[in-house]
């Protein structure tokens, strides 16, 4: 359990830094890479505590961090540059 919990913090970091050199979501890296990473952990622990799991760790930490950073707006924050 322990290396699978980092296994899935790297691999939420990557999606993260993927999504933000495709363009999928404006946020900027270090910020995308945060908001992957509670989206990782959120899963991760309620995986833990009831049993909530999609796949493999590694399958749940792409999920999860793709819904992390799906969830947060993305428009907002590019709205919130255009203006600067």
Same mark, same amino acid.
């Given at each position: 359990?322990?290396?699978?919990?980092?296994?899935?913090?790297?691999?939420?970091?990557?999606?993260?830094?993927? =999504?933000?050199?495709?363009?999928?979501?404006?946020?900027?890296?270090?910020?995308?890479? $945060?908001? =992957?990473?509670?989206?990782? $952990?959120?899963?991760?622990?309620?995986?833990?505590?009831?049993?909530? &799991?999609?796949?493999?760790?590694?399958?749940?930490?792409?999920?999860? =961090?793709?819904?992390?950073?799906?969830?947060?707006? &993305?428009?907002?924050? =590019?709205?919130?540059?255009?203006?600067?």
């Amino acid at each position: 359990m322990f290396f699978s919990f980092w296994g899935s913090l790297v691999i939420g970091g990557i999606v993260a830094y993927l =999504a933000e050199k495709w363009d999928f979501t404006h946020h900027g890296v270090v910020q995308a890479i $945060i908001i =992957a990473m509670g989206g990782v $952990i959120l899963l991760f622990m309620a995986g833990v505590m009831f049993g909530i &799991s999609f796949g493999r760790p590694g399958v749940d930490a792409i999920i999860a =961090a793709l819904g992390a950073l799906i969830l947060i707006p &993305s428009e907002a924050v =590019a709205r919130r540059r255009r203006r600067r």
